[in-house]
């Protein structure tokens, strides 16, 4: 049997299979059959009130999981489907409410990997899948993370190599006056902007949403994780090392000639969002599995292209005390 028609024939008995997609790896289930989405949750260890996201074929199949979908929302799968961009829309009776986390709302997608594509048309059905790590940890974007994180509870992994986007998608909300960004991603407000021709938003007062995404902690790997600005991480490391802390540091700066035995590995990163976000998780994991007590990070630049990766940073850092 080829690895579609096992991966298929396990979600309709109700399995679990790790999906590949360009954002990160999946941890799916068929998103009509209530009994294995709660599995999901179960293997995460993700509380019941965080909804998921339905991974679709194409547009046409938007429909079987939403009802009134506004011209907004076909005008953005046209410009970015299959990719990176999740809709909040109304949810159809027919979506089990474990699903949406009780919500009468829906997230979908069409996701661009080919093995995932293939697999949707061949069900001709949804798959609800969060990303395919223990909750809060640090996002999966290689089959071999999906088996570090999950083990034996997810029952197939279909392997689709490392994901090329890296990090989760962008996330509108498009139920109210004004399409409104939930969560940052690779598809930026001015992206979404260009093609509806009106004002998005990214906040707006009163209004509360169910995004777990969203929560201030996640993404987070194990140690504690600092976040700076350039000049501030030059100090911190001089103070950390005065404290005989072992220090690993994540920097757009090479590495200083004089080697200093705290400063245990020093990653240099492209200073280019995109190259930026398709290796962030990875040598997040790589930071926090070596032997290094503390992780420093230089802050990215502030401009629209980096919001994705500067959000993730800030939800996996602690704070300076
Ligand atoms: P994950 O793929 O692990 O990031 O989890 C799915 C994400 O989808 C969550 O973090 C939420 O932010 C988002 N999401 C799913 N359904 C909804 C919904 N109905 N309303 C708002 N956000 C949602
Ligand atoms: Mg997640």
């Excluded at 979404?192 to 949403?209: F, T, Y």
């Excluded at 290094?292 to 996996?316: F, H, N, T, Y």
């Amino acid at each position: 049997m080829d690895i579609i028609e096992q991966a298929a024939t396990l979600l309709q008995s109700g399995k679990l299979v790790a999906i590949p997609t360009e954002t990160v790896y999946g941890l799916g289930a068929d998103a009509k059959n209530s009994i294995a989405v709660q599995k999901i949750y179960d293997a995460k260890g993700r509380p019941n009130t965080n909804p998921l996201i339905i991974h679709i074929p194409n547009v046409g199949a938007m429909s079987d999981w939403a009802i009134d979908i506004p011209e907004d929302a076909y005008l953005l799968a046209a410009a970015f489907w299959p990719g990176p961009l999740t809709l909040i829309l109304k949810r159809h009776p027919s979506v089990p409410l474990i699903v949406t986390a009780g919500q009468d709302t829906v997230a979908v997608r069409v996701p661009n990997h080919p093995l995932t594509l293939k697999l949707l048309k061949r069900l001709g059905s949804g798959i609800a899948a969060p990303s395919a790590n223990r909750y809060g940890r640090i996002s999966p974007t290689t089959p071999e993370h999906v088996l570090e994180e999950l083990g034996n509870s997810v029952d197939f992994i279909l392997d689709g190599g490392p994901c090329a986007v890296g990090i989760e998608s962008t996330i509108v909300y498009l139920l109210g006056s004004k399409p409104l960004i939930l969560r940052e991603g690779s598809i930026s407000g001015s992206n979404i902007q260009q093609v509806l021709g009106k004002e998005v938003i990214k906040s707006i007062e009163g209004l509360e949403i169910r995004s777990p995404g969203s929560s201030s902690s996640h993404y987070a790997p194990s140690k504690p994780l600092y976040l700076l600005e350039k000049e501030d991480l030059h100090d911190m490391l001089l103070k950390l090392i005065q404290a005989r802390k072992t220090i690993s540091v994540l920097s757009f700066s090479e590495k200083p000639i004089r080697p200093n035995p705290f400063v245990f590995e020093w990653i240099t990163f492209p200073y280019d969002p995109g190259q930026y976000a398709q290796q962030l998780y990875q040598q997040l994991r790589v930071l926090d599995e070596n032997d290094s007590e503390c992780i420093l990070v230089e802050m990215p630049p502030a401009s629209e292209p980096w919001l994705g990766v500067k959000d993730r940073l800030q939800r996996a850092s602690r704070p300076i005390k």
